[in-house]
Structures are given as C-alpha cells and as structure tokens.
C-alpha cells in the first residue's frame, strides 16, 4: 500500500506574480506596518515585540515621519520606509496588513493616517496596536507582551545603535490592542 507524501502548505493559497509558473509562486505572509516619527521610540517602547514579531515570519514594516538612522530597525530585522499617504498599504492586496502599529502622539497629524486607523477599526480585519497614551478608552485592551530572551537582546542592541543603551530592557512591552487579533496574537 503506497502513502501518498504531501507537504503542509500544498492546499494554501499562493501570491503569483501574473502568469508566473507555480515554481515562483509563493505564501502569502502576514504583514504589521507601524507609523511614527522616531526610531528612537519605536526601540524603546515596541523593539521586542517587533523582533518577535519578525522572528515568526512576519514582514514588519516602519513607515517614519523623518527617515534618520534606521541602523537600530534593521537590527531588530524589520524594513523601513518614509512615510506618505501610499506607504500605507505596501505590498499588494494578497498581502494586505493584518497587522498596523502606531505610535498614539502620532494620530491626528495627519488625516491619511486617522483615515487608515479608522478604516481599520471598522472592518474588524486588522489588528491595530498602538504604544503611548490610550486614546480609545475601554475600546482598547493593554496588554503586557512578554518579550523572547531573543528579542531582549536584539532590543538592547538596537538601543545601543539608536544612542539609547542607558534605557534597561525590561522583560514586557505595554501594548493597546484593538480590532481583529490574528491566530498568533499576542
């Protein structure tokens, strides 16, 4: 009796570029894009989780208000981009966001950005993450996010590039949750 061999993601849906051979098409990944102004901040308060994030396959993008050093990020294996009205959505729509970060002085400077947050939040298909002050009250729930032994030592690297190294990793990141969670939430 013969068994038949299979490989897990054969029944998947696939990303193809147009009319590709199968052999170039590829799985679709999960994708956080995160908006804020300073690398600095983006180590300091979300370093860890983004590592982790990265770490697990996810394509973690950082869309900055002013595009300085980006060294620290790239440590933490996420990509950087300046942010403008059509770097939210990176990526084709296969690989549409499931995942958007923001850094909450960040919202109300820009109405493409409270646009994007609010479209988020309606459709309930993203989960929107911010760090900083709770803008949405009780629609929001903290969550304290555990940091891999990996990511604090990333994170304590990265601090050091960004000039911040006398800031000590904590083991958790405060993280506000709201909208859609993916199978791999936090």
């Known amino acids: 009796m013969g068994t038949q061999s299979l490989t897990a993601?054969?029944?998947?849906?696939?990303?193809?570029?147009?009319?590709?051979?199968?052999?170039?098409?590829?799985?679709?990944?999960?994708?956080?894009?995160?908006?804020a102004a300073d690398v600095a901040d983006v180590v300091q308060s979300i370093g860890g989780w983004l590592f982790d994030r990265s770490m697990a396959g996810w394509d973690v993008n950082v869309l900055l208000a002013s595009h300085n050093d980006t060294r620290p990020l790239r440590i933490l294996g996420v990509r950087t981009f300046e942010l403008h009205p059509t770097a939210l959505s990176i990526g084709s729509a296969a690989e549409r966001a499931v995942g958007l970060a923001i850094a909450a002085d960040q919202l109300g400077t820009d109405e493409?950005?409270?646009?994007?947050?609010?479209?988020?939040?309606?459709?309930?298909?993203?989960?929107?993450?911010?760090?900083?002050?709770?803008?949405?009250?009780?629609?929001?729930?903290?969550?304290?996010?555990?940091?891999?032994?990996?990511?604090?030592?990333?994170?304590?690297?990265a601090l050091a590039a960004a000039a911040t190294s006398e800031v000590p990793v904590a083991p958790v990141e405060t993280l506000l949750c709201s909208g859609y969670r993916p199978l791999d939430h936090i």
């Open 9 to 35: 993601d054969e029944n998947l849906p696939r990303v193809c570029p147009d009319d590709a051979p199968p052999a170039k098409c590829r799985l679709p990944r999960y994708q956080l894009n995160v908006i």
């Open 112 to 157: 493409c950005i409270d646009a994007e947050i609010h479209d988020a939040l309606q459709s309930g298909e993203v989960e929107v993450t911010l760090w900083g002050d709770n803008p949405f009250g009780e629609r929001a729930t903290v969550v304290q996010y555990r940091l891999s032994a990996a990511a604090r030592i990333f994170k304590g690297c």
